[in-house]
């Protein structure tokens, strides 16, 4: 069974540049999810998606992210512009079920912005 | 709301010997999910090992075993017979809506 892919693998832009970031989840899986892990830090949830529906993207920052799953398959996250603290691992996951279930993640894109 | 609190920045053991990472929750909900994950430097999140609120027995795969008390809120981590490979980042995360995560614990495995 493939797992979560994630591409690019790593991205060095410029701040006040544009990136994107794409995940195809494990076939069947419902839910993905986008999660933004900061260097020494644990991961933060940005968006969650159930099928193409938003369950929750309270902590996206609306002014310069945002996310799509068309289809309800793959998924696009976005930044612009790009800021320095926005240099961290993006990591993609998804799972059958929002809950109850094993939650599988990609190899995470590694953004720096400098 | 849901929080998971890792109070343990580092730990250190011997190789062979057994390790507890600490995890403590809070959630007011009677229905959750409790995963440990491991990230090597490398980035990767790989799953270890899942406890549901309901499940009787503490779970266990492998060398690793999740004691849940559910009364004191707390899933620590066992591991038994610690590996050079064991040395990473261990994070505990518990899902209800949404999958959160606590800040986890640097391990090191020292031969």
């Known amino acids: 069974e493939a797992g979560v892919a994630q591409s690019p693998r790593y991205k060095i832009i410029e701040k006040r540049q544009s990136v994107a970031f794409w995940c195809n989840p494990i076939?069947?899986?419902?839910?993905l999810y986008w999660y933004q892990q900061i260097l020494g830090q644990g991961p933060k949830l940005l968006i969650q998606?159930?099928?193409?529906?938003?369950?929750?993207d309270s902590q996206l920052p609306k002014d310069r992210f945002s996310a799509e799953r068309l289809k309800g398959v793959d998924s696009t996250l976005k930044i612009q512009p790009a800021k320095l603290e926005d240099s961290a691992v993006y990591l993609c996951a998804s799972s059958p079920l929002s809950t109850g279930n094993t939650i599988y993640f990609g190899e995470g894109s590694w953004l720096t912005v400098v | 709301a849901q929080k998971i609190t890792q109070t343990q920045p580092g730990m250190f053991v011997q190789e062979k010997e057994a390790v507890t990472l600490d995890c403590t929750y809070d959630t007011s909900d009677p229905s959750y999910g409790l995963f440990w994950y491991k990230q090597p430097s490398s980035g990767e999140m790989i799953f270890l090992i899942y406890q549901g609120s309901y499940d009787q027995q503490n779970a266990t795969e492998g060398r690793y075993s999740l004691n849940f008390q559910k009364a004191r809120k707390s899933a620590n981590l066992v591991i038994s017979a610690s590996q050079l490979g064991d040395s990473a980042m261990y994070f505990c995360a518990m899902s209800r809506i949404k999958l959160v995560f606590g800040k986890g614990t640097k391990l090191t495995v020292n031969p």
């Open positions: 076939s069947g899986h419902a839910t």
């Open positions: 998606f159930q099928n193409n529906g938003v369950v929750d």
